[in-house]
């Protein structure tokens, strides 16, 4: 076996195509079929279904059965030896990783989904430990390298889990622990060990099993890891396909494949850019959904969903946003037809297949989202608005798409999942831009050499090249205070700056104090949006309220209010420091999503001396403190964020929602010009438009070699 490299035998083999019908006689014939074809963690995620509790031990044994005679089988061609041991090599890593992705489904969260005893998981995990083993000892004896095989499957694991945020992710970390805890004696099995650690260790996984939130993700890579952890969402957007692409370039292969079956594209690619750019997108698409896949049938689409950004170029029009969303939509269920033939074999066949487990985001920058809200939903279709920062905004979009919900489960369509986002911390930056900007136009008042006074200023936040730039004095001081060079507002460049200038006769250390002051109440101002609006709609006063009203409208039973309810979540998003997740945690109706260098963030503060995790038990419902309250409220743009609008006061007195939430929120019809909504709109559609110029590129390479 010396003859052929074995990593890269692993590494450049692709799996069969999955063809229909299936060709299986039964549960472990069907998993040791499957993971053969080239899709271990398919093989393994088959058996996490409640019908598999109680024969989970004596499938697993007969799966192991299977694989071992395939393992220990001595293939020989005269012919072709090469090519032998190439299907040696492939038919033993895939029997490796089959059963190591089993043995990680029954440490993680999935086990407990499921509903396997502790005592069922843990008798089939020592059978699974047993055979690796074996295994290892078996390919020992054989070489004399040990188990190259073993090695490769381990370390090829962990390579991935180290691509998520180039190294800088929560799962890189964890990859980085594991790596670190495994022997090459026991190659396998230390894996195994070290992954139990890892996982039921973490903070993440502490707080799913207690009950006290659901997860999300931002970011296309480690979703398998993190669903250990108990994730049931991942976002993506503009900006997050195309890191995903960065961090694993070998997608764009994957695209280039997909190109050559669009000749038409070929000759003038720049006409079909926006397809090429959504085929690309669905390109990092497909695994997410296949990962979620057995999350999404356990909770009924219920969670386990991805959120797909739609093209924020037409994020303003309802006839386009449906137009690209109802084609992802077919796309995907397409794909999950065949893919649940697969994962769902042998069951009762008494729940819907292929329906698919993605839910759009659907950007609150026009009146146009309710709309499209409630469209999508009355269809079954699940939204997750995004681009949204006041309480004003979420709310109305809220009852939009409550109102889908109900109106489609009176068609006896039951609804998918549904997020309001809270882009918390896009709010924060956006309020500590216009602080600095403030104080920075008070101090520029003050001094004579003002190019000057701006330029040492620049230099020293790393800034200096906006300052190039045509453009007025005023535009450089706002580029300057933007949140790319200034965090926080206490960073001494700006402390000495400001001071200097002598605004409001403070002193360098009466300076530091105040920015740090207003610091703290600034990164406040997102949480106290995210618990308002989820007060409004989920606190134990208000929540039965909405139950009432959405049987009496919409003429719903109590059963069918209740899943409406059920599946609508406040979604804290754009965290900037761990206790934005500690701060939002809620037992229901509350799912946090996260970025992978935050998480580790939050798993960090977890470790630190004196930290209690039941002090943010339903943190949420905490009351926000008053006097930063006051003292945030006179920031113009936080008021309009924090406060609803006439209209929907009235809405909410009409559904019994009681309380004083003022009246000068941003309106419908102001959403387009609400300063973080011009910001985050800008850097989705940049993004989206340079990723769409890859794809098209790419697109371009594929005609000249085909």
């Known amino acids: 076996m010396e003859t052929v490299d074995v990593r890269s035998v692993i590494l450049e083999a692709k799996p069969e195509k999955l063809v229909l019908p299936v060709p299986s006689l039964d549960h472990s014939g069907h998993v040791v079929h499957t993971a053969l074809m080239g899709y271990p963690q398919l ?49 033993r890593q895939r029997a490796y990783e089959a059963i190591i992705e089993i043995a990680v489904n029954l440490i993680g969260v999935e086990s407990k989904a499921v509903g396997f005893s502790d005592e069922e998981a843990d008798q089939a995990s020592r059978c699974i430990r047993q055979a690796l083993e074996t295994w290892e000892a078996l390919e020992t004896g054989e070489t004399s390298s040990g188990s190259p095989i073993a090695k490769a499957v381990a370390e090829k694991i962990i390579s991935d889990m180290k691509k998520v945020m180039g190294g800088a992710g929560m799962v890189a970390k964890m990859g980085e622990e594991i790596e670190k805890k495994v022997r090459e004696e026991s190659l396998t099995v230390s894996f ?74 070929f000759n003038r690619p720049e006409d079909f850019g926006d397809e090429i750019a959504m085929q690309a997108t669905m390109i990092a698409l497909w695994p997410n959904l296949a990962v979620y896949r057995p999350v999404a049938l356990l909770r009924k689409l219920h969670g386990g969903v991805v959120s797909y950004q739609l093209n924020p170029n037409v994020a303003s029009s309802v006839e386009g946003s449906m137009k690209d969303g109802l084609k992802i939509y077919s796309a995907a269920q397409e794909f999950l037809q065949k893919y649940d033939a697969y994962l769902a074999w042998g069951y009762s066949n008494r729940e819907e297949r292929g329906r698919p487990n993605i839910v759009f985001k659907v950007a609150g920058e026009s009146p146009a989202a309710i709309e499209i809200t409630t469209a999508f939903n009355r269809l079954g279709i699940g939204t997750n608005n995004t681009v949204t920062y006041a309480v004003s905004q979420e709310t109305a979009l809220i009852i939009a798409a409550l109102k889908g919900m109900a109106e489609a489960l009176k068609m006896g369509i039951h609804p998918t999942q549904n997020y309001e986002t809270n882009m918390g911390g ?17 101090a520029l008042a003050k001094v004579h050499d003002k190019e000057g006074f701006l330029r040492r200023l620049a230099e020293k936040l790393g800034a200096l090249k906006e300052l190039d730039k045509p453009s007025s004095l005023e535009e450089k001081a706002r580029a300057i205070c933007s949140f790319t060079y200034l965090k926080p507002l206490a960073n001494p460049a700006f402390v000495e700056a400001i001071a200097s200038a002598k605004i409001r006769g403070k002193t360098k250390e009466e300076t530091a ?58 979604l804290p998003a754009s965290k900037r420091k761990p206790s934005d997740t500690y701060l939002t945690l809620g037992r229901r109706n509350m799912t946090t999503t996260e970025f992978p260098n935050h998480q580790q963030n939050v798993l960090e503060a ?5 930290f209690n995790l039941d002090d943010f038990d339903n943190a949420v419902l905490e009351e926000n403190d008053p006097q930063v309250l006051q003292r945030l409220l006179k920031l113009g743009d936080f008021r309009r964020a924090y406060e609803l609008t006439p209209e929907l006061a009235e809405n909410l007195r009409k559904a019994g929602i009681q309380g004083d939430y003022g009246q000068g929120g941003v309106k419908p019809s102001e959403w387009p010009a609400f300063g973080s909504v011009v910001k985050t709109m800008n850097e989705f559609t940049n993004a989206y438009n340079q990723f769409k110029e890859k794809a098209i590129q790419i697109v371009r390479e594929a005609a000249k070699g085909s």
Request: aromatic fraction near 10%; hydrophobic fraction near 40%; include cysteine.
């Open 426 to 442: 896009r709010l924060e930056s956006h309020l500590r831009d216009l602080a600095a900007e403030k104080l920075l136009r008070e």
């Open 192 to 265: 195994l060990s070290a992954a139990k650690r890892v996982i039921q260790g973490n903070v993440y996984y502490l707080m799913t099993v207690k009950g006290m939130c659901k997860f999300g993700n931002d970011y296309a890579l480690g979703l398998r890891w993190l669903r250990h952890l108990g994730y049931v969402q991942v976002s993506t957007n503009p900006v997050l396909a195309a890191r995903a692409y960065d961090d694993d370039p070998s997608l764009w292969e994957d695209f280039k494949e997909v190109a050559k079956e669009h000749k038409e594209w």
């Open 606 to 610: 977890s470790r630190q001396k004196g």
């Open 513 to 570: 104090a105040f920015l740090a002051s207003l610091e703290d109440d600034i990164g406040l101002s997102g949480t106290f949006v995210a618990r308002r609006v989820y007060r409004i709609f989920f606190s134990p006063e208000n929540r039965p309220r909405w139950l009432a009203y959405l049987q009496k409208k919409f003429e719903v039973s109590q059963a069918e209010a209740e899943e409406v309810m059920d599946k609508m979540d406040v």
């Open 43 to 91: 093989a393994a995620d088959h058996l996490l279904n409640r019908e598999m509790r109680g024969s989970l031990v004596e499938t697993v044994g007969n799966v192991i059965r299977q694989l071992n005679l395939e393992f220990v089988k001595s293939e020989s061609s005269p012919d072709d030896p090469v090519e032998a041991q190439k299907r040696k090599i492939l038919v």
